[in-house]
Nanobody, 119 residues
Framework: QVQLVESGGGLVQAGGSLRLSCVAS????????LAWFRQVPGKEREFVAAIEWARGSTNYRDSVKGRFTVSRDMAKSTLYLQMNSLKPEDTGVYYC????????????WGQGTQVTVSS
C-alpha cells in the first residue's frame, strides 16, 4: 500500500497562493491516479483535482478550474497542487489520495494539511 505525506498548508489572505506537496512512498506510480481532496468540519470530503500519473491527464472540480493546477514530479514521486487566487471557501484540510487509474476509488490517503484562507 502506497503511503502519502502532505505538506505546504498554512494561513494565507484571500487572493494569495499556496503550493501543496505530497510525497509517495513508491518509486513508481504508473497505474495510479493521484488526487487532492479537501474537507471542512461538518461537510463531506470533496474532490478537488486529480492526475493520471503515467499520462499526466488532469481533471478539476469546477470551482477551482483556472485557479488550481495539479502536477507531478515523477522522479521525486511527488504530487503538487498549486493554488492561486485563493478564496475563503477554499479553506479546509487538504488530503492527497492514490488509487488505480480509472477506478475513481482511492484506497491510500495522507494525513492531511490545513489550508486557511482569511478574508
Amino acid at each position: 500500500q502506497v503511503q502519502l505525506v502532505e505538506s505546504g498548508g498554512g494561513l494565507v489572505q484571500a487572493g494569495g497562493s499556496l503550493r501543496l506537496s505530497c510525497v509517495a512512498s513508491e518509486p513508481s506510480l504508473a497505474g495510479y491516479d493521484l488526487a487532492w481532496f479537501r474537507q471542512v468540519p461538518g461537510k463531506e470530503r470533496e474532490f478537488v483535482a486529480a492526475i493520471e500519473w503515467a499520462r499526466g491527464s488532469t481533471n478539476y472540480r469546477d470551482s477551482v478550474k483556472g485557479r488550481f493546477t495539479v502536477s507531478r514530479d515523477m522522479a521525486k514521486s511527488t504530487l503538487y497542487l498549486q493554488m492561486n487566487s485563493l478564496k475563503p471557501e477554499d479553506t479546509g484540510v487538504y488530503y492527497c489520495a492514490a488509487g488505480p487509474t480509472g477506478w475513481h476509488s482511492y484506497g491510500a490517503w495522507g494525513q492531511g494539511t490545513q489550508v486557511t484562507v482569511s478574508s
